[in-house]
């Protein structure tokens, strides 16, 4: 059995062991050629999910139908063999593995840390290639039509500062691509003047992630966080604030004026929010969807109509969003809507969550309208309630071994969120007898885990890939 698991542990290693994303990959590739990778190791995972399930269900036949079997973390002992790999940091899986099997340990079972390990690098590829393909086939048009159609805008209104705020977000947003937009000084003035602003704000400027792996994918990290850039439509009192919602306004007239140009931008949005979620705050588009009976003549010109647009925002305030506008919104999640509104004990962040999430307080369970990042994190939350899951009938786990999968938790969604970095805004005791039988596993039995990562990539292929 050891061989078997070491035999085993070593094929999922190396099945993931390169970042696809860090392999050149021209975006006129067949999209479908993006999930290989995860189709091949999601094939595997659900091979080994079947055999840990089968093997938990065999035992239920006969005099075991109640059994129970306990799992936690035992303590080394002094002059065995775990001795000697306790409290030391290997430089990754293969070298522990190799320790290990070194020291004659046996019943070694790939974790489900190494499992997401293996997915954090799949998903870095999968989502650095699509962004890529992304940037060539509509997004860096996109940018370009926005810019025009806010030019145009603003040298028909000389001097007009909201047209010239939302002229200089996508005239920044192109320089950061690495184009240079044709500006008049006046213009150039408050672009430079901008992009000073977005560097010297290094939480929103500064790239990271996958996106550090080349030239094109910063580029695209910058430029998309120079389009994320908020605008407040209340002030600190919760009062609208008139001259944000003028900007709101006449951005949406643009998109309103030109439904191909509303159309690009709609495609383009769909596709971070089914890679991401739905969006944290109002974008141009939703302006147009929450437009009042004001004509935007009305809306550009007179405050009481935009008091009107601001009654329908905020009727429209869904949870997680913010009262805020942005040329092209992020996206929001779980974690960060609890975080806006109640405040971390000590500023533990990840306690609140997990106490929120195993009180029924909130759920990562995906919407109709949740986009991939959901599902990740809806397969992250099984770690906190496996009593809950597939395996939750024939498994149980002792106080340590619930420890080490609240840290798998904390692991797994500080990975997701760095995936995302970009486009997020940041049980009962068993009655049953345990017996002293030992299943034959194969994986670390949280299998609920692993069915929901397979829902996850199910999600990716059936609503971003090309069919």
């Known amino acids: 059995m050891r061989s078997a698991s070491f035999a085993l542990i070593t094929a999922l290693l190396l099945s993931g062991c390169t970042s696809p994303a860090s392999q050149p990959v021209p975006p006129s590739s067949s999209d479908r050629m993006v999930a290989r990778s995860a189709n091949d190791t999601l094939a595997k995972l659900q091979a080994l999910s079947v055999q840990d399930a089968n093997a938990l269900s065999a035992l239920n036949a006969s005099d075991n139908a109640d059994a129970t079997f306990k799992l936690d973390v035992a303590d080394f002992q002094a002059g065995t ?39 954090k690098q799949i998903n870095d590829g999968v989502y650095a290639r699509l962004e890529l393909i992304e940037e060539q086939d509509r997004k860096a048009d996109l940018r370009r039509k926005l810019y025009q159609a806010f030019r145009a805008a603003y040298d028909a209104h000389p001097g007009d500062a909201e047209w010239q705020k939302l002229v200089v977000h996508a005239a920044a947003s192109l320089q950061l691509a690495g184009e240079n937009p044709t500006l008049t000084p006046a213009l150039q003035s408050a672009v430079k003047a901008e992009l000073a602003d977005f560097a010297a704000n290094p939480i929103e400027s500064e790239t990271t992630g996958f996106y550090t792996l080349n030239d094109k994918l910063s580029q695209i990290f910058q430029a998309d966080r120079e389009l994320h850039r908020n605008v407040a439509l209340v002030d600190e009192n919760n009062q609208p604030v008139d001259s944000a919602l003028r900007e709101a306004a006449l951005a949406g007239s643009v998109m309103a004026s030109d439904t191909a140009l509303a159309h690009d931008y709609d495609t383009v949005s769909t596709f971070y929010q089914k890679m991401s979620n739905p969006l944290d705050a109002f974008s141009p588009t939703a302006i147009v969807a929450l437009k009042p009976d004001n004509s935007w003549d009305d809306l550009a010109g007179q405050a009481g109509a935009r008091q009107a647009l601001f009654a329908k925002l905020k009727g429209a305030l869904e949870d997680g969003m913010n009262m805020n506008f942005s040329l092209f919104p992020s996206s929001r999640s779980v974690e960060t809507a609890l975080f806006a509104k109640e405040q971390a004990p000590g500023g533990d962040l990840m306690g609140l969550l997990i106490g929120a999430l195993r009180s029924g307080q909130v759920t990562m369970k995906p919407g109709a309208d949740s986009g991939f990042y959901q599902y990740q994190e809806y397969a992250l939350q099984a770690l906190l309630e496996p009593d809950k899951g597939l395996e939750g009938t024939k498994v149980t786990f002792g106080d340590k071994y619930m420890g080490r999968l609240e840290e798998a938790f904390k692991t797994g969604l500080t990975k997701a969120r760095e995936t995302q970095v970009k486009q997020i805004g940041i049980g009962p005791e068993p009655t049953a007898a345990i017996l002293p039988l030992q299943p034959k596993l194969f994986v670390e039995p949280v299998i609920t885990v692993y069915k929901r990562y397979g829902d996850m990539y199910d999600f990716l292929e059936r609503a971003v890939l090309p069919q």
Do not use: H
């Open 81 to 119: 063999p775990d001795e000697g790999v306790q409290n030391v940091v290997y430089a990754d899986y293969l070298t522990a593995l190799s320790r290990a099997q070194a020291a004659g340990l046996d019943n070694v079972l790939p974790s489900v840390n190494l499992i997401d390990g293996l997915a």
